[in-house]
């Protein structure tokens, strides 16, 4: 299994007048991640299923749909560990599909960061848009390998 880890994209500013769940993507995030999803694609084997989890808050979920339209996938899967930072229960979710599928899940710090360097010992600053590939090697208990980490400039990059 590969799982792809993507941080949304730039988002509101928190406020005390609007719940956190709701601040969406800004302008720039949205144009940010519309380009990261198309240099994403480029490293996505499409021979392989592909399911696309996300948090359930708006601005996660957002992120996901430009990955939804890039990749051509009919359905997003809203999974709350996501949000929660539960990885116990992430893993009992990839425990359902396919080993050689590809997962994408957009989702939020400090889960990305923290789950990265718990499934493979690297440790770096998860950047908004930035995306990371692992190999898991292994569900029970969870080991995989860096495949690689893009910032969001690298991302856009692969498409020019």
């Given at each position: 299994?590969?799982?792809?880890?993507?941080?949304?994209?730039?988002?509101?500013?928190?406020?005390?007048?609007?719940?956190?769940?709701?601040?969406?993507?800004?302008?720039?995030?949205?144009?940010?991640?519309?380009?990261?999803?198309?240099?994403?694609?480029?490293?996505?084997?499409?021979?392989?299923?592909?399911?696309?989890?996300?948090?359930?808050?708006?601005?996660?979920?957002?992120?996901?749909?430009?990955?939804?339209?890039?990749?051509?996938?009919?359905?997003?899967?809203?999974?709350?560990?996501?949000?929660?930072?539960?990885?116990q229960d992430f893993v009992r979710a990839l425990k359902r599909f396919p080993e050689d599928?590809?997962?994408?899940?957009?989702g939020h710090e400090p889960f990305c960061s923290s789950w990265l360097g718990r499934i493979t010992g690297t440790r770096v600053d998860f950047r908004k848009?930035?995306?990371?590939?692992?190999?898991?090697?292994?569900?029970?208990?969870?080991?995989?390998?860096?495949?690689?980490?893009?910032?969001?400039?690298?991302?856009?990059?692969?498409?020019?």
């Amino acid at each position: 299994m590969i799982l792809i880890l993507v941080r949304h994209g730039k988002a509101e500013e928190r406020s005390p007048q609007r719940n956190d769940d709701d601040r969406e993507l800004t302008k720039e995030g949205r144009m940010e991640m519309e380009r990261n999803a198309q240099g994403l694609s480029a490293l996505i084997d499409s021979n392989h299923p592909i399911v696309l989890l996300t948090s359930p808050l708006v601005r996660a979920r957002q992120t996901a749909e430009y990955l939804q339209k890039e990749l051509s996938l009919s359905a997003i899967e809203t999974e709350n560990a996501l949000e929660d930072g539960s990885l116990q229960d992430f893993v009992r979710a990839l425990k359902r599909f396919p080993e050689d599928a590809t997962v994408i899940a957009t989702g939020h710090e400090p889960f990305c960061s923290s789950w990265l360097g718990r499934i493979t010992g690297t440790r770096v600053d998860f950047r908004k848009g930035a995306a990371a590939g692992i190999r898991i090697d292994r569900l029970s208990p969870l080991e995989g390998k860096l495949l690689f980490y893009l910032n969001p400039e690298s991302l856009a990059r692969m498409i020019s």
